[in-house]
T-cell receptor, first 113, second 116 residues
Framework: DVKVTQSSRYLVKRTGEKVFLECVQD?????MFWYRQDPGLGLRLIYF???????EKGDIPEGYSVSREKKERFSLILESASTNQTSMYLC????????????FGQGTRLTVV | GNSVTQMEGPVTLSEEAFLTINCTYT??????LFWYVQYPGEGLQLLLK?????DKGSNKGFEATYRKETTSFHLEKGSVQVSDSAVYFC???????????????FGKGTKLSVIP
């Protein structure tokens, strides 16, 4: 089975901290995504990457950056955490660039205080 | 741009009732369409998909047909169970802003509760 693993299920960080959310997939997938999920807003795309060192902004990239140094790992970085970044963060990966079946991690619930 | 609109929830049904969750989409190209399900405390799982017009996706008793003429992909199940209680997301895959790469665009989700 494909596995997408997010490094933490729950995180609590202080305002202004630099926060790293890590995601690793074990099936050599090309495409990786970061979403945030908020009640009433569904899933919104932050960034995605279709190859190593490649990245594209999604719909809400402000306040975030990403890193993909290796194919299996896609990191989301909050440069200076703010309370409005309190959310559930979901990582996903897909085998090909044309999305056919995305696999999701369990999610990281981040609280910024 | 691409967008997905699905019916507002929450939806509460009795066990063995018929389920329909409506989903319509807007896309610039020829998208693939998906239904994902999220059980409490878990990530999203693919429930079913359809890649071209008139395709029917099915899984675990759920079905949805890709209707290009009405730009719809409604989810149906003939007889729901308590274990179907979850949040259901309709999604499409299409080229992102003409960039050549693809991304998934999701609806806002519909929470289903099935009571015994």
């Amino acid at each position: 089975d494909v596995k997408v693993t997010q490094s933490s299920r729950y995180l609590v960080k202080r305002t202004g901290e630099k926060v790293f959310l890590e995601c690793v997939q074990d099936m050599d997938h090309e495409n990786m995504f970061w979403y945030r999920q908020d009640p009433g807003l569904g899933l919104r795309l932050i960034y995605f990457s279709y190859d190593v060192k490649m990245k594209e902004k999604g719909d809400i990239p402000e306040g975030y950056s990403v890193s993909r140094e290796k194919k299996e790992r896609f990191s989301l970085i909050l440069e200076s955490a703010s309370t409005n970044q309190t959310s559930m963060y979901l990582c996903a990966s897909d085998r090909t660039q044309s999305v056919t079946e995305a696999f999701f991690g369990q999610g990281t619930r981040l609280t910024v205080v | 741009g691409n967008s997905v609109t699905q019916m507002e929830g929450p939806v509460t049904l009795s066990e063995e009732a018929f389920l329909t969750i409506n989903c319509t989409y807007t896309a610039t190209g020829y998208p693939s369409l998906f239904w994902y399900v999220q059980y409490p405390g878990e990530g999203l799982q693919l429930l079913l998909k359809a890649t071209k017009a008139d395709d029917k996706g099915s899984n675990k008793g759920f079905e949805a047909t890709y209707r290009k003429e009405t730009t719809s992909f409604h989810l149906e199940k003939g007889s729901v169970q308590v274990s179907d209680s979850a949040v259901y997301f309709c999604a499409l895959s299409d080229q992102y802003s003409g960039a050549g790469s693809y991304q998934l665009t999701f609806g806002k989700g519909t929470k289903l509760s099935v009571i015994p």
